[in-house]
């Protein structure tokens, strides 16, 4: 289709590389305080920005505002001090950010990448016939061609094609998703007039001149939906790490919905040395009981990235 020119994954895409030197974020949502999942992330992504001698930005990703936590945000900003990171520049709070998320599905419309959706969440149901591959349904594209006369437009979606969008990441090694089997056209622009978890975080990691995505692996099925929104809009894309996820005695990721504990800042350390060690570092026995200056020396100094393992150890990788 020549509309999708712009963002062809058969065609050989243009790479752009970031003309800055390495630039790496976290970005938590605040729908809840940090847990050790999150901590595993937070100390990933620090550790690999400052082993490059990179930057090490904070997004705080409130684009949902009804999945937002009233004091969750400042919480969050908390307990990262408590447990001593550092990082460059203000945060960048994506509740702020909706004109630049408006400008770029503007870009997308004017070029015919984005479409208008009329489909309600039950339509889609009665309709799909694939699974999509994180839940959920893949969209039939119902709308593609426009909306039935008389119906009015929900939301905006994104034309996706049928060709392997793959990349190669530094932890998981050679992932490849056809964004038209498992996905199908996504939402950019949500019924209720949000924008879409992916917009956002395409749009800022360019906006932020990210370099490299260090995250956890519950992420990855999310990463060729924005590999494909960069192609579309001209973006650079960065490098992906996928770490390990961690999970609870019942094998189940850590999250707020299957209520994680809360990291406490009076455990920093011991919680530190057990985020390192479930990223693979060779933690001394003793580490997790020294002050936080002494943890981070040492992680500064004996970080391995290549020591990452694929997946988590055991079942219950929260013990700390
Ligand atoms: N805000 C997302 C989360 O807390 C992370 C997004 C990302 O790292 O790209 O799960």
Redesign the pocket.
Same mark, same amino acid.
């Given at each position: 289709m020549d509309s999708l020119a712009g963002c062809h994954p058969g065609a050989v895409p243009i790479i752009r590389m970031h003309e800055t030197r390495y630039r790496g /974020?976290? *970005?938590? &949502?605040p729908t809840g305080p940090l847990h050790f999942g &999150?901590l595993v *992330?937070a100390v990933g992504s620090y550790l690999d920005a400052r082993a490059h001698g990179g930057e090490w930005l904070l997004r705080m990703?409130d684009v949902d505002t009804p999945r937002n936590v009233p004091g969750a945000a400042a919480d969050i900003l908390k307990t990262l001090e408590a447990f001593g990171f550092e990082w460059d520049g203000p945060v960048l709070w994506q509740s702020r950010r909706t004109d630049a998320y408006a400008a770029a599905l503007d870009k997308l419309k004017a070029g015919d990448l984005a479409y208008g959706c009329a489909c309600s969440r039950r339509e889609i149901s009665d309709s799909a016939t694939r699974p999509a591959i994180d839940g959920g349904l893949a969209y039939p594209g119902t709308c593609r061609d426009g909306v039935a006369h008389g119906r009015s437009v929900r939301s905006w979606r994104l034309r996706v094609g049928g060709e392997e969008v793959a990349f190669s990441d530094r932890v998981q090694g050679r992932q490849a998703q056809s964004l038209e089997r498992d996905v199908g056209d996504f939402v950019l622009l949500r019924a209720d007039g949000l924008y879409a978890?992916q917009l956002a $975080?395409a749009v800022d990691d360019e906006f932020q001149g990210i370099s490299d $995505?260090v /995250?956890?692996a519950?992420?990855i099925a &999310?990463t060729p939906r924005q590999i494909w929104l960069q192609r579309c809009l001209g973006y650079a894309t960065p490098q992906y790490a996928h770490l390990p996820v961690a999970t609870n005695s019942a094998g189940e990721k850590l999250s707020k919905q299957t209520r994680a504990p809360a990291l406490r800042p009076d455990q920093a350390g011991r919680a530190l040395a057990s985020a390192l060690a479930f990223l693979g570092q060779a933690v001394p026995p003793d580490l997790g009981g020294a002050g936080l200056r002494e943890i981070w020396d040492w992680a500064f100094l004996h970080w391995s990235f290549a020591a990452i393992p694929r997946h988590a150890a055991g079942r219950d990788t929260l013990a700390c």
């Open positions: /974020r976290f *970005a938590p &949502s &999150s *992330a990703e978890y $975080v $995505v /995250r956890g519950d992420l &999310s």
